[in-house]
């Protein structure tokens, strides 16, 4: 009987050391998109990425010709790896894009100099105009 209340005495220790009122981490922050889906696209499933400094986000739209855009802040990789290097854009933020892409797949990947760079819209069914246009509607590059 002593060897079981030693026992629960023990757990009760460890466990109130465990959850005590210690300082906790500060929360990390999530990273903001912005972006406004262009007309008569349709939200997909959004997926947050938990890093050790911050939350990365995607988003993705469709539309009903089943043309896609995907949004990325603050996950780190080769966004648009393998596809070939197709120039720049004046982004509307101030800063510049690198655009790569063909055909009917395109990318613009930035930095904005902060825990959530990189940041990148890639864009599958669309020619390089119509995706230059919806970056217009969607407030990543000016309106031209």
Known sequence: MRRGIL?????????????????????????????AAPPGF????????????HVGLRLGFRD????????????????GEGLPAAGELDLSNGRTGVVLG????????????????PRAVLANGFRRKA?????AQAGIVPDT
């Open 64 to 79: 009903a010709a089943r043309r896609e855009l995907h949004v990325f802040s603050g996950i780190p990789g080769e966004i």
């Open 7 to 35: 026992g629960l005495a023990t757990v009760a220790l460890v466990a109130a050391s465990c959850g005590g009122t210690g300082a906790q981490p500060p929360p990390v922050p999530t990273c903001e998109i912005r972006f």
């Open 102 to 117: 063909q055909n009917t797949v395109w990318v613009v990947r930035w930095d904005e100099g902060d825990v959530c760079d």
């Open 42 to 53: 349709a939200p997909l499933p959004s997926f947050e990425e938990p890093y050790r400094d």
């Open 131 to 135: 995706f230059e246009q919806s970056l």
